[in-house]
């Protein structure tokens, strides 16, 4: 599609926003795409209707734009690390954090155990398992319900209203963890997490159980996009010192084992999770959040991975386009304001 088919030109007060229509294309599009599979790895998540499909963009000054099933509740799985490393920066400073988890990517999958011995003090970044368990073991809190409530706090203020966790997901995962588990243990005899090690998992098992839309997940991205402010509530969910560390890590981690070719080609900090979705972050922009069950063999989602592809390509929201000024999603914006 030409930027001309975007209509750069139209008049927003009889056509709408060529944004909206975008999406709507691609939607109508990427419907048909069928390829990937659920995740089945925990139950209830093997429960989800796959044909589901949503994409939404929020502005950093607060419009948004969505198609698809943008109410329909999921569970944010990976998505939480991003925002939990956040909050771990925010209890410990980066310096002692940097101390319990790396910040470098590995190449492996996303629950790889293999990297994990004796000779690495600190699990490579907090975007796989490990390290995220880690880093959700770095939460300060007097004890379980405390940690449990500062984290649902944290995430009400990215999402701008109260936030839930998901019973039967969290229990699946509680239940059939043992890899995670696996890996918690391995940590603790190497003296890299504390003696909390079940409330811990306990904790690790309630982020990624964390119920959003599709909408949340564009508002948290967006959050992000806005030096930590919601656009929608204004309020501040992070401190602005360290949004570059999670969208740093975002870029570098965030699709694991296929970030390399993320970075290369789609040029956005962004985290997926099993769940099928998908949050990406234009700095200064927009946050987008896609999400669709279906996963490809990395366990990003198949249609999330395209769409950014063709939201990247087609308002030029690659980084490095950024920083040379190439990016075109203001210009296409601006017949809306
Ligand atoms: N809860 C999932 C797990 O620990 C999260 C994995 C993911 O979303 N990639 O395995």
């Not at 379980?144 to 649902?152: A, C, F, K, Q």
């Not at 998992?201 to 964390?210: A, E, K, M």
């Amino acid at each position: 599609m030409e930027n001309d088919d975007l209509g750069l030109s139209h008049d927003s007060t009889t056509e709408p926003s060529p944004i909206q229509a975008f999406l709507k294309h691609l939607y109508t599009q990427y419907q048909p795409l069928q390829a990937g599979k659920v995740a089945s790895y925990i139950p209830e998540l093997a429960k989800v209707d796959p044909d589901l499909f949503s994409i939404c963009i929020v502005t950093v000054d607060g419009k948004v734009f969505e198609v698809g099933d943008a109410d329909q509740l999921f569970t944010l799985q990976s998505i939480s690390k991003a925002f939990m490393y956040g909050m771990a920066l925010e209890d410990h400073g980066r310096s002692y954090v940097s101390t319990k988890v790396g910040v470098e990517p590995t190449g492996d999958p996303f629950n790889s155990i293999i990297r994990l011995d004796e000779s690495s003090k600190r699990p490579d970044n907090p975007m796989i398992n490990a390290g995220a368990i880690a880093t959700t073991s770095l939460i300060k809190g007097a004890d379980p319900t405390e940690r449990l409530n500062r984290m649902l706090e944290m995430f009400r203020r990215y999402i701008g209203h109260e936030a839930f966790v998901d019973m039967s997901v969290f229990m699946s995962e509680r239940t059939t963890g043992h890899r995670n588990r696996a890996m918690a243990h391995l940590m603790r005899n190497f003296g890299m997490i504390d003696d909390r090690l079940d409330e811990s998992l306990d904790l690790y098992f309630q982020q990624c159980s964390l119920l959003v839309n599709c909408r949340d997940l564009a508002v948290m991205a967006a959050t992000l996009a806005n030096r930590g402010i919601n656009p929608i509530t204004d309020e501040q969910a992070i401190h602005p010192d360290y949004v570059r560390d999670i969208l740093s890590v975002m870029y570098t981690c965030g699709m694991y084992n296929y970030a390399g070719q993320w970075a290369y080609q789609i040029g956005l900090p962004a985290k997926s999770g099993v769940c099928g979705g998908i949050i990406a972050v234009v700095p200064n922009q927009i946050g987008i959040g896609v999400f669709s069950p279906r996963l490809d063999s990395h366990g990003n989602s198949v249609r999330g991975v395209k769409i950014c592809e063709e939201l990247s390509r087609q308002f030029n929201l690659h980084l490095l386009d950024l920083a040379m000024g190439r990016c075109k999603f203001a210009e296409t914006q601006s017949p809306l304001s």
